[in-house]
């Protein structure tokens, strides 16, 4: 075996944002923590404004098992998150050391499943002063494959990524250009172990049920990737995460070319089918002394490692390498891409929350140019209203768009509750690039631009914990509730919208699309907010209707 100097790491090249990099004249520091089944890591990247590219300057990890859930509740234990709060205490003073901007944290499989993953949440933002995000499988698999591409190169060839974590496994078919397909699977080395191997050498009766688990739990996820593969194509497989690298150094112990990283180390599938046939005639215990197996790694590696052969067996791989890029990296790619740091090859993904908002409208059989037209009259009220109607600094007008061009995909269950119904689609539905605070934000501002108001009883608001959110929710559902009001028709009337902020009043002219359209519907149907802007704002909301001729005088 030896390594692949083609998969060789390499940094992402960014581009200038002047607006962003004027009061900086040294690198960047930013930071990402992964919270994990298994494991909690960190990275801090520095991002040189005059390269313009970005490397790891620090590597962190500290095995919590977080994901030892309570059996009877399914809940983190106490112990668990004892140790994770300390784990996370010391990587913020680290991260915090090394003088880092903006600290990222993600939670995964075991946070996410938990009936008391929110108040860990809670907890750790009430003691560390850390906000954690909890991301969704395929947004997790997202940020995998964003780590992975920042760490090789992928030339022509589409790539079946693999991370096996503690308490699940994503899947993904991925090119240079685009994530094809993102599986997550809850099947994950500890989730393996806490409910199937109770003793060890496990038997070979029991080792034949593992595999035939791992195959039926794994088969939709291999079903849709191979799905995705394009007639005449050869994948190569990567594999990242603990487990794989693990494997990896185990292997690559053996070999007399020992590389110095792993990163696109070779595995093949006979040499990886002989190393699990002694792991699993060995005891934990016994597993544990080999040097490159920690304790907690070796209590885990063999269900780990069935999980990987399995998957190469099922997408008929003979072999495949590592990546030592995973989420974690993944996380300051897409904080990166957010910043609009990257140069073009990688703009694609910066578009990733526009496009998956567009999915859903399809998906959900929105009318499009309707709702476009919805979207672009909502901006304009948070162009022209700041400092009247919301104070936001600029989180809003992106979850403002996403709702609008939602807002009303609930309309084909119930016309006459078609905004709770809108919450439901969109709370369920797969937004890709949004945290799952930003997602139920979204979700929220859909379900309150009509009727009434967020109320403490109501689901869709206790689920915003964060009073800054709710204050985001709320004045965004507002605007939307204007925009909503002047779109009552299937075609379009309204041509432009001029708003004035006066002392004491919101002065909203309406100009027509065409010269001979009367907008004396849309005038009353906005004059029915007054009493909603009254009570938030004190202003006085007064809706008026101007010819086009008079428009054209004035611009």
């Known amino acids: 075996m030896s390594v692949v100097e083609s998969f060789s790491s390499s940094a992402f090249s960014v581009g200038r944002d002047k607006s962003f990099w004027s009061e900086y004249d040294k690198p960047l520091h930013v930071g990402a923590i992964d919270i994990g089944t298994n494991s909690i890591h960190l990275v801090v990247a520095s991002i040189d404004p005059e390269s313009h590219s970005f490397s790891i300057d620090l590597a962190e990890k500290s095995t919590t098992r977080l994901g030892e859930r309570d059996p009877v509740s399914g809940a983190l234990t106490e112990v668990a998150i004892g140790r994770s709060i300390e784990s996370l205490k010391h990587f913020k003073e680290l991260a915090e050391s090394y003088k880092v901007e903006q600290l990222v944290t993600a939670a995964t499989s075991a946070v996410r499943e938990a009936p008391n993953g929110k108040e860990f949440v809670e907890k750790v933002k009430n003691l560390l002063e850390l906000d954690i995000e909890l991301v969704s499988g395929s947004e997790e698999a997202r940020l995998i494959y964003l780590g992975v591409l920042s760490g090789m190169p992928f030339g022509e060839s589409p790539h079946f990524l693999l991370d096996i974590g503690g308490g699940s496994s994503e899947l993904i078919l991925a090119d240079a250009s685009d994530a094809r397909a993102l599986t997550s699977t809850k099947l994950g080395a500890v989730r393996l172990k806490r409910d199937f191997i109770k003793q060890e050498p496990i038997t070979a009766q029991n080792r034949l049920f593992l595999q035939a688990f791992i195959q039926g739990s794994f088969e939709p996820a291999i079903d849709k990737v191979c799905s995705r593969i394009r007639p005449g194509e050869k994948p190569v497989m990567v594999a990242t995460s603990g487990t794989a690298l693990a494997i990896g150094a185990l292997l690559a112990s053996e070999d007399s ?9 070779r595995i093949s599938k006979n040499n990886l089918d002989r190393l699990i046939d002694r792991l699993i005639s060995l005891k934990p215990d016994q597993r544990s002394k080999l040097t490159q197996l920690s304790e907690r790694r070796s209590e885990i590696i063999v269900p780990g490692a069935l999980i990987l052969q399995k998957s190469m067996e099922m997408l008929s791989m003979d072999e495949l390498f590592l990546s030592e890029r995973a989420l974690r990296e993944g996380l300051i790619v897409d904080w990166m891409l957010r910043h609009q740091l990257f140069e073009d090859r990688f703009s694609f993904q910066g578009s990733i929350r526009k496009r998956t908002i567009i999915h859903q409208v399809h998906r959900f059989g929105v009318k499009k140019i309707r709702a476009e037209r919805v979207a672009s009259h909502a901006l304009t009220f948070y162009e022209k209203t700041k400092g009247a109607l919301h104070n936001d600094q600029g989180k809003g007008r992106e979850l403002l768009w996403a709702a609008a061009m939602l807002h009303s995909c609930g309309q084909h269950i119930n016309l006459a509750s078609y905004h709770k119904h809108s919450w439901y689609l969109i709370r369920h539905g797969e937004l ?4 799952q605070a930003e997602h139920l934000m979204i979700a929220a501002i859909a379900r309150y631009h009509r009727r009434s108001l967020p109320k403490k009883r109501h689901e869709e608001w206790q689920l915003i914990l964060d009073k800054n959110d709710r204050k985001i929710v709320s004045e965004m559902a507002l605007l939307l509730r204007l925009a909503a009001a002047i779109d009552r028709r299937p075609e379009p009337v309204v041509g432009s919208i001029d708003i004035q902020v006066k002392s004491s009043e919101i002065l909203c002219e309406l100009c027509p699309e065409d010269c001979n359209q009367n907008l004396s519907l849309e005038e009353w ?13 004190g202003l006085d909301l007064k809706a008026l209707q101007i010819s086009r001729e008079i428009n054209k005088v004035q611009n």
Do not use: A, D, F, H
């Open 257 to 265: 070319s020992t590389p110095v990283k792993l990163q696109g180390y």
């Open 432 to 435: 890709l690039g949004y945290s």
């Open 525 to 537: 149907s906005l004059s029915n907010c007054r009493e909603i802007v009254k009570s938030v704002s």
